[in-house]
């Protein structure tokens, strides 16, 4: 079993920074590859940015590259997601999302993820 809880949403301007972090709790965080995901409203949930194990390897949507960094800190069982530039179109709440034991690899696919945090929104204005 493993447990997330996101924190650091909230209400910024566009062309502003937030920093999203998933504190994660369980046996499980130090081998599974973690990620970040979307879900604006009326869409369906996508995915923002994944990384492996021991976060050597990354992967983000082409929507955010070059703009959203994720981290790893499995010493502190903390994965971190830094969002700079700001668009109107990131305003969504953001899930924390963690593969089962032994899952290392980065995945882009709901489905492919076991465990949710509660989520945290982003709202962003202009």
């Known amino acids: 079993q493993v447990q997330l809880v996101e924190s650091g949403g909230g209400l910024v301007q566009a062309g502003g920074s937030l920093r999203l972090s998933c504190a994660a709790s369980g046996r499980t965080f130090s081998n599974s590859a973690m990620g970040w995901f979307r879900q604006a409203p009326g869409k369906e949930r996508e995915f923002v940015a994944a990384?492996?194990?021991?976060?050597?390897?990354?992967l983000y949507a082409d929507s955010v590259k070059g703009r959203f960094t994720i981290s790893r800190d499995n010493a502190k069982r903390t994965v971190l997601l830094q969002m700079n530039s700001l668009k109107q179109e990131d305003t969504a709440v953001y899930y924390c999302a963690a593969r089962r034991v032994y899952a290392s690899q980065v995945v882009t696919t709901v489905r492919d993820y076991d465990y949710w945090g509660p989520g945290t929104p982003v709202t962003v204005s202009s």
């Open positions: 990384i492996n194990w021991n976060g050597i390897n990354t």
